[in-house]
């Protein structure tokens, strides 16, 4: 009888979660022992992004990353690396940087660290994330202005040259927005044209109850994996907020007044039938992910449980949000009985 997610999707593919520090240091024993039994895939909620792991020139932090990796390696866990270019959550000196040439250094210096530090125990890397825009053009970064278009062809070549065995993927979210599915496909066969060493691209999947549609994510996966790569859906969670946001009054990331029912819904408890709408989500989004399993390597959820989860405060601060598989106890919710039972 399977005891866990993990037993669960073995035949399927891997089942991951996005683990914090907390869980990374193994503070809490039964979360542990959850996540043990649970995953089979771990990937760094933080502290693999450039500012903590690379902070300044000359200064990598590798405690809390090493600990990661050696919990996988205990508990028989894929490991994703997350995350080597992005623009947030950037070390500042990356953006102090205007000439090409030292850009060049700098990127090397970074990635052969990194990536050679874990060489053969981090198993894929999430080796660009979030380079494009909605409409699907490039997003003006610091690496595109310094190195130009092509400057996601040159990270990949340079961690293929470091672990030639490690799989590559680039990362980001919307990636089931019909523009930007555009300009992402476009933009793997222009590093493929280059000779460049893609194996997998990663849907976020910062999902909604409504949006985006069962069609639209099918419609992805497909098409993508009609790239020859592999498929992964890295950040899953399902937000309970109802859409459209009521932003009057609040900037994202502003705390608003407390106690506006409108803008925190659901601030002490998920009401009965909205437990029952995520269920019947997460259900359906299982259901594509086992019918196209021959093209999707991974499904990570981004985080355990409900209480440490990024969306409850977000896109605003103060949210109470729902949106994993784990209550704020670590029990199981409906949503974790609903995937289980279509298998
Ligand atoms: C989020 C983390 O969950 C938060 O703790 C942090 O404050 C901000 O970043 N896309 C990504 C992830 O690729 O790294 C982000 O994670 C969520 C959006």
């Known amino acids: 009888k399977p005891e866990g997610l993990r037993d669960v999707f073995k035949d399927n593919f891997l089942i991951g979660a996005a683990l914090n520090v907390n869980q990374i240091l193994e503070k809490d024993s039964v979360q542990s022992a959850l996540i043990a039994s649970e995953f089979n895939s771990v990937t760094p909620e933080n502290v693999m992004k450039s500012m903590l792991i690379h902070p300044q020139k000359d200064t990598f932090n590798f405690e809390i990353p090493d600990k990661l990796v050696a919990l996988a390696e205990k508990n028989d866990m894929h490991v994703q690396g997350h995350t080597l270019v992005w623009h947030s959550q950037l070390s500042p000196f990356f953006k102090e940087i205007t000439d090409s040439t030292e850009m060049v250094e700098v990127l090397t210096n970074h990635i052969n ?31 595109l202005d310094v ?33 930007k599915r555009a300009g992402a496909i476009k933009m793997i066969k222009r590093m493929q044209e280059l000779g460049t060493k893609v194996n997998g691209i990663g849907m976020q999947g910062h999902w ?18 009609d790239l020859g790569i592999k498929v992964a859906i890295t950040e899953l969670d399902v937000s309970v907020i109802p859409m459209p946001w009521d932003f009057t009054g609040a900037d ?42 021959d093209k999707i390597s991974r499904v990570t959820l981004w985080g355990v449980n409900d ?4 969306k409850n405060d977000w896109p605003i601060n ?6 994993l598989l784990f209550d704020r106890n670590n029990g199981k919710k409906k949503a974790y009985y609903s995937i289980v039972n279509l298998k």
């Open 113 to 143: 660290t990194i990536v050679g530090r874990y060489k053969g125990k981090i198993d894929a890397w999430d080796v660009v994330n979030e380079a494009l825009n909605d409409d699907g053009t490039l997003r003006k970064t610091v690496f």
């Open 307 to 310: 209480g440490e989860s990024w």
């Open 147 to 179: 190195l130009g278009e092509d400057y996601l062809s040159l990270v990949f070549k340079i961690a293929e040259k470091v672990d030639p065995n490690v799989e590559l993927y680039y990362n980001d979210y919307s990636m089931t927005n019909p523009s």
């Open 318 to 323: 103060g949210r109470t949000n729902y949106p």
């Open 252 to 293: 994202v990331n502003v705390k608003f007044e407390s106690g506006d029912a409108t803008m925190n819904p659901y601030p002490n408890k998920l009401p009965d039938s909205i437990q029952v709408k995520l269920a019947n989500r997460y259900a359906d989004i299982f259901k594509l992910f086992l019918k196209h399993q």
């Open 208 to 225: 909604d109850l409504d949006t985006p549609s069962l069609e639209e994510i099918e419609k992805s996966i497909v098409d993508y994996a």
